[in-house]
């Protein structure tokens, strides 16, 4: 153990033997995971606008005849903080009576060369109920929750008789939800790949700074694993430290830049990748650093 305890001891002392070539060897290990983590940000951010449901989708809330419009009134007020509300329009009893008899005119005594229809015998006496319309672009990942749990707000509130609702109009984010499986993990496989790759041959060619003190090592008889065991620690360390600053840049970019396009008309908001990929950007640094230190070594 005391022998196990001195070489792991020996492998994290080991980053400092050569440190321009630790340093330039951690900085390319950063760069091209910071580069992997802006593509895996900017999937993720694809993926979430896409999976949003799109178009607009209108509720009719109708309060019973003769509810108080004070209290009304105050409900309206509490709509006017919904999420995803694109607009609001309200009515009274009168004005619901009035905006009927406006339409009635026009699509029936107008047309026939009649005056408008006068109601006004009815002011302050209108059977029509308290009525709202809520017009919602709603961007959500589950627009059938969502649609659930909006017509449940809305018929639970007191007063209100019927809710009425126009379906979603969806179809780009129903097809892409059903074919985002085929794009993203192929892509995020590919992005792998290509990590494990670079990060494997930095940690090699900066193994060749001690060429020579394995091939003495190797001639005085030391044995293989008394000879990795430090260079995959300093290498597994190498592949932690490099992920590890890369992914902190990456908190910093979507910190800064988060609501940097979340304007019209793109209305994008960066997102970080999911905790299965983001570990992606830390694990493969640290077995590539591991087998990259064994293949060096082995090829010896």
Request: glycine share 8%.
């Amino acid at each position: 153990m005391r022998t196990l305890f001195r070489l792991l001891g020996r492998g994290v002392a080991d980053l400092f033997l050569h440190p321009w070539a630790q340093l330039l060897s951690m900085a390319a290990v950063t760069l091209v995971v910071f580069l992997s983590g802006l593509l895996l940000m900017a999937l993720a951010t694809v993926d979430a606008e896409l999976s949003a449901s799109r178009g607009e989708t209108v509720y009719q809330v109708y309060w019973r005849p003769g509810t108080d419009m004070t209290h009304v009134r105050g409900q309206w007020e509490e709509l006017r903080h919904m999420p995803w509300l694109a607009s609001l329009e309200t009515y009274s009893p009168d004005e619901a009576l009035t905006a009927l008899a406006r339409r009635m005119g026009e699509t029936t005594g107008q047309a026939a060369g009649l005056p408008a229809l006068d109601m006004g015998f009815l002011s302050g006496k209108s059977p029509l109920p308290p009525t709202a319309l809520l017009t919602f672009a709603p961007r959500e990942a589950d627009p059938e929750k969502w649609a659930a749990d909006t017509q449940s707000f809305l018929k639970d509130m007191p007063g209100v008789e019927r809710v009425a609702a126009s379906p979603l109009r969806d179809e780009l984010g129903k097809a892409w939800r059903s074919a985002s499986r085929f794009v993203i993990w192929p892509t995020v496989g590919f992005l792998g790949v290509v990590l494990a790759l670079v990060v494997g041959n930095t940690v090699r060619l900066t193994l060749s700074t001690r060429r020579e003190e394995i091939e003495i090592l190797q001639l005085v008889g030391a044995r293989n694993w008394y000879i990795r065991l430090p260079l995959m620690v300093a290498g597994a360390l190498q592949g932690l430290l490099g992920g590890g600053l890369a992914c902190l840049q990456l908190l910093v970019v979507h910190w800064r830049f988060r609501t940097a396009l979340n304007v019209p008309p793109l209305l994008l908001e960066l997102r970080l990748p999911p905790p299965e990929q983001a570990a992606l950007l830390l694990a493969v640094p640290v077995l590539m650093g591991i087998l990259g230190s064994w293949i060096a070594v082995r090829s010896r």
